[in-house]
Nanobody, 125 residues
Framework: QVQLVESGGGSVQAGASLRLSCAAS????????AGWFRQAPGKERQFVSG????????YYADSVKGRFTISRDNAKNTVYLQMNSLKPEDTAVYYC??????????????????WGQGTQVTVSS
């Protein structure tokens, strides 16, 4: 059974850090590219960051560049999102997604094959 399970969300003060994890099971994770997306209440889903299957290539939304870092550990079938200097506008449900093959996941997320259930991140001022 294919699963993506996010964890690590929580409620923090502005300026704090959180590390999200997304554990994959039921498929060959190392052959998939991955990404993180978020959705705030009343807003559309937004791309946050993406990573190649090997981890050598990463890309970010301008709003998180320099504050967030995406990484992956294929031996553990897990992709991470280190979030530093959190701001209230980072408040959202964060989702991970994976896409089969070598092509990086599209920033729209429309080409994703699998999605996690999401983890809530709340940043207060």
């Amino acid at each position: 059974q294919v699963q993506l399970v996010e964890s690590g969300g929580g409620s923090v003060q502005a300026g704090a850090s959180l590390r999200l994890s997304c554990a994959a099971s039921g498929y060959r994770f190392r052959t998939y590219t991955a990404g993180w997306f978020r959705q705030a209440p009343g807003k559309e889903r937004q791309f946050v960051s993406g990573i190649s299957w090997s981890g050598d290539y990463t890309y970010y939304a301008d709003s998180v560049k320099g504050r967030f870092t995406i990484s992956r550990d294929n031996a553990k079938n897990t992709v991470y999102l280190q979030m530093n200097s959190l701001k209230p506008e980072d408040t959202a449900v964060y989702y991970c997604a994976t896409r089969a093959g070598l092509a990086i996941i599209n920033t729209t997320g429309r080409d994703a094959d699998y999605w996690g259930q999401g983890t809530q991140v709340t940043v207060s001022s």
